[in-house]
């Protein structure tokens, strides 16, 4: 099995600075594609931003600029660097990863089980 442990959610004030980790563990053979996703009440989850193995990053519209994803491939560890934090990025932040296990054919998608950002105005 795969397990993913998010950490570092928590109460900000706007325009403060927040940082999310993420550490994969279990039976990993690689990971290919590592993510966030944030899902805030009434709305669906999306994609906040995604960083390949080789360092390809993408970013939601509203985040570009303030927030930075990087990733630790030897700690299988996805980091999400969130600065100039405003009201509307209070949500329940979900860790992503796409996984290749040992000893396992094909790719599975995993999930952290969520940590709450809450930014106060």
């Known amino acids: 099995q795969v397990q993913l442990v998010e950490s570092g959610g928590g109460l900000v004030q706007a325009g403060g600075s927040l940082r999310l980790s993420c550490a994969a563990s279990?039976?990993?053979?690689?990971?290919?594609?590592m993510g966030w996703y944030r899902q805030a009440p009434g709305n669906k989850r999306e994609l906040v931003a995604g960083?390949?193995?080789?360092?390809?990053?993408n970013y939601a519209d509203s985040v570009k600029g303030r927030f930075t994803i990087s990733r630790d491939n030897a700690k299988n560890t996805v980091y999400l660097q969130m600065n100039s934090l405003k009201p509307e990025d209070t949500a329940v932040y979900y860790c992503?990863?796409?996984?290749?296990?040992?000893?396992?054919?094909?790719?599975?998608?995993?999930w952290g089980q969520g940590t709450q950002v809450t930014v106060s105005s």
């Open positions: 992503n990863a796409m996984v290749v296990r040992t000893a396992t054919p094909g790719v599975l998608t995993y």
């Open positions: 960083i390949t193995s080789g360092g390809n990053t």
């Open positions: 279990g039976s990993i053979f690689s990971i290919s594609l």
